[in-house]
């Protein structure tokens, strides 16, 4: 059985910054795709960033130069760095990982953290 087990969201002013975390335990074999997707209240669920095993990193346009993903291939870990945040970032966040588990791959969702920036 494999378990995300996100942290860090919480309440932020304008302009602050906040450390997303997501844990993958499990009998993993290998994980290839890490990522942060958001959920704004009536929208649907869109791609924040993503970074692949050799550490090439996508970002959406709304948050390039802003946000930072990242992860930790020894402790099957991924980040996300917010900075400058907006009113508009406010939404719950999920990550998202490819991973193996023996020879079979699985798609696996976080439980969503909650984010929102406001005065």
């Known amino acids: 059985q494999v378990q995300l087990v996100e942290s860090g969201g919480g309440l932020v002013q304008p302009g602050g910054s906040l450390r997303l975390s997501c844990a993958a335990s499990?009998?993993?074999?290998?994980?290839?795709?890490m990522g942060w997707y958001s959920q704004a209240p009536g929208k649907q669920r869109e791609l924040v960033a993503r970074?692949?095993?050799?550490?090439?990193?996508n970002y959406a346009d709304s948050v390039k130069g802003r946000f930072t993903i990242s992860r930790d291939n020894a402790k099957n870990t991924v980040y996300l760095q917010m900075t400058s945040l907006k009113p508009e970032d406010t939404a719950v966040y999920y990550c998202?990982?490819?991973?193996?588990?023996?020879?079979?791959?699985?798609?696996?969702w976080g439980q969503g953290t909650q984010v929102t920036v406001s005065s």
């Open positions: 499990g009998h993993i074999s290998s994980i290839n795709t």
């Open positions: 970074i692949i095993s050799s550490g090439r990193t």
């Open positions: 998202n990982v490819d991973l193996v588990v023996g020879t079979t791959m699985y798609n696996y």
